[in-house]
């Protein structure tokens, strides 16, 4: 009797013990608590490394691309903004043909120098009080492709800002509800995927664009065409004395 009681015993037991297969054949949705609870720090220390290699990227360069430093970016812009103001009182720009406007700025591309970005930049200075207008964003977005290198507009880049600006501005009322120039363009290097130094196409290119835009077929002194056309001029005059 007692060896039957023992047995019983031993049965009863052994059916009670969990069964290790369960968590090999049913995965993740069959596994006992304490194999859950075993992976969780495995993730945890997976989603810390993954943060440790986001922060460890160069906090220096935009999309492969070395950040220039303020001071500098600052004192060329500053320097377009002066080349543009002297221009603009030599020959003011709205009586100017595309050709007369960079006709100074001689031939020929440089790889160094004022960007265009820079460019878009400084007619923050020169006209951000000035509401967007269709032939700005035409120019906006002339300089951005030949600043990026694309044949369409970035999404959510200062040429689409500029167009939905302009098409707000012209069903606005009053002037002080409508978005301006300076709304649109600061820290436009930002903004900008690519960027480079503007060249003399690059300055045909946008004064063509404000200009077919614009209902006077003008362009607006110390706008977005004369400080890419000064910023060609200036690149190029370096490029000569260098």
Same mark, same amino acid.
């Given at each position: 009797m007692r060896n039957d009681k023992q047995i019983r015993i031993n049965i009863k037991m052994s059916q009670q013990q969990p069964r290790?297969?369960?968590?090999?054949?049913?995965?993740?949705?069959?596994?006992?608590q304490g194999d859950m609870t075993k992976t969780k720090p495995d993730t945890a220390k997976t989603?810390?490394?993954?943060?440790a290699t986001k922060n460890e990227r160069p906090s220096d360069s935009v999309a492969g691309q070395v950040v220039e430093k303020p001071e500098e970016k600052e004192r060329k812009v500053h320097k377009l903004v002066e080349e543009v103001e002297q221009f603009s009182q030599r020959a003011p720009v709205n009586m100017m043909t595309s050709a007369s406007l960079v006709?100074? #700025?001689?031939? =020929? +591309?440089? @790889?160094s120098g004022i960007t265009i970005g820079e460019a878009l930049e400084a007619t923050v200075l020169t006209a951000g009080d000035k509401a967007v207008e269709w032939s700005d964003a035409a120019a906006i977005q002339a300089a951005e492709v030949r600043a990026t290198g694309r044949t369409n507009i970035v999404p959510g880049g200062v040429a689409a800002a500029a167009q939905s600006a302009a098409t707000l501005n012209a069903r606005a009322t009053k002037e002080e509800d409508k978005t301006k120039l300076a709304d649109i363009l600061v820290d436009a290097t930002s903004k900008l995927p690519a960027d480079r130094a503007a060249t003399r196409r690059d300055a045909e290119g946008v004064t063509g664009a404000?200009?077919?835009?614009?209902?006077?077929?003008? #362009?607006?002194? =110390? +706008?977005? @065409?004369?400080?890419?056309?000064?910023?060609?001029?200036?690149?190029?005059?370096?490029?000569?004395?260098?």
């Open positions: 290790k297969e369960g968590h090999e054949e049913g995965g993740f949705k069959h596994a006992v989603q810390k490394g993954a943060a006709q100074e #700025t001689g031939g =020929g +591309g440089s @790889s404000e200009m077919r835009n614009d209902p006077n077929l003008t #362009t607006h002194p =110390g +706008g977005v @065409s004369a400080s890419v056309a000064a910023a060609a001029r200036l690149n190029q005059t370096n490029n000569a004395t260098n």
